[in-house]
């Protein structure tokens, strides 16, 4: 079996989704030079971190944080353009797996009911085939043992892309699509609010004001990146 893969890589070499550099056999999709170097936001550890900062008046978050530091042209764009564009959902998931054993021996996760991804509208779900959020959200949920819910927030509106919007834009970009089924499932509960990238926080704000009114609930951050304004 070893001679046959061996083969085959050579027939079809596989590539680092970060640097395009080849993979060694034992590697995958990431190699393990930019696994070592991908920047870390380690937000985790401050509880006045961007992303806090970001919100704060505005969503009353108990944790937030991201897996890595978006830099433009650098890895993590690289990693979050394939996943979003090129249909390779495996890094989404492989970046839960990460996320998870990170921040396993902090409190981070401490009490979290369910880990719950931003939606896509249904249409653009079905253009794409896959929400990149909840492959981000499955890894996290997969390593955890924190179910994951999908189906409790729901995006009712299609809204066009935030890129290059301005904050006041993104912000009526987002602006009631959100919507909310069985209210009774958040009640009492702490839920990890999933996306890819964060940036000014509306796309979050957006999604809390589905959830504002349901009794006792809490509401913690997750994204792949941080990419500031």
């Known amino acids: ?22 993979l060694y056999k034992h590697e995958r999709v990431i190699c393990n030079k930019c696994t070592l170097s991908l920047p870390k936001s380690n937000f985790h550890l401050n509880t ?21 530091l978006f830099e433009k ?30 921040l396993k021996a902090s409190s981070f996760f401490e009490g979290i009911n369910y880990v719950v991804p931003i939606p896509l509208h249904k249409k653009k779900q079905a253009s ?12 996290i949920s997969e390593t955890g043992g924190i179910p994951l819910d999908i189906s409790t927030l729901t995006r009712e509106l299609e809204t066009s892309t935030q890129t290059k919007k301005r904050k006041y834009e993104r912000w009526e970009n987002v602006k009631n699509v959100f919507a909310l089924n069985h209210h ?7 839920i990890l609010l999933v996306d890819d990238v964060i940036t000014t926080g509306s796309t979050i704000e957006g999604a809390w004001q589905a959830l504002k009114d ?12 941080y990419a500031e304004k």
Do not use: W
Request: glycine content about 8%.
């Open 128 to 139: 794409r085939g896959y929400n990149q959020s909840e492959c981000f959200a499955k890894g």
């Open 48 to 68: 006045a971190n961007p992303i806090i900062m970001a919100l704060g008046g505005r969503v009353p978050l108990k944790r937030a944080t991201s897996l890595f």
């Open 1 to 22: 079996m070893a001679l046959i893969n061996d083969f085959l890589s050579l027939i079809y070499p596989r590539y680092c989704e970060a640097c395009e550099g080849l």
């Open 73 to 102: 042209d650098g890895k993590v764009q690289n990693l979050l353009h394939a996943l979003k564009y090129e249909r390779q959902q495996t890094i989404g998931v492989l970046m839960g797996n990460t996320f998870y054993n990170d």
């Open 184 to 190: 009774e499932t958040f009640k009492n509960k702490h």
């Open 214 to 225: 349901v009794e006792g609930i809490q509401v913690s951050v997750a994204t792949i990146a």
